[in-house]
């Protein structure tokens, strides 16, 4: 998915109220890693959506946020930043699910990889050079 759209998260298969812990984490291009964590309780049938059930206190937030595990990413290493520097690449968002609301973290149920890219196919990237400017136009297909 490209960046700045929003990302469903979901999760099925789950026992009826089972409580879990969701982890998300990144590492940037200098290979530091960003993470965050909610903990929830899903349905009554098993199932969990980010965008209906809210997360629970004791993670890196709490309450209806479906993209609070990407906005909430902190990095392990005291102020750091996410930043993007070739947004010719992808970052790679790791998705974990984990039983029950402990710390540390309770057995692995279920996990998943996802890119997260910064340029639509087909947008083409010009470097610009005039005078003192440097810049780069993104030129959609």
């Known amino acids: 998915s490209l ?69 909430a990413l902190q990095p392990q290493k005291p102020f750091w930043r996410l930043v993007k520097r070739d947004v010719q690449s992808p970052f ?12 540390p973290p309770g057995r692995l149920l279920a996990q998943a990889q996802h890119e997260r890219v910064f340029l639509r196919d087909g947008v083409r990237r010009v470097p610009v050079r005039e005078g003192r400017i440097r810049a780069t136009l993104f030129l959609p297909p």
């Open 3 to 71: 960046f700045d759209e929003p990302l469903a998260i979901a999760v099925q298969g789950l026992d009826p109220r089972q409580q879990v812990t969701l982890r998300t984490s990144l590492r940037d291009e200098t290979g530091e890693l960003f993470q965050a964590c909610a903990r929830y309780q899903a349905g009554d049938a098993g199932d969990l959506d980010l965008a209906r059930c809210p997360a629970l206190p004791g993670g890196s937030f709490s309450g209806l946020e479906p993209m609070g595990l990407l906005w």
């Open 92 to 103: 790679l968002l790791q998705l974990e699910v984990f039983e029950g609301h402990e710390d």
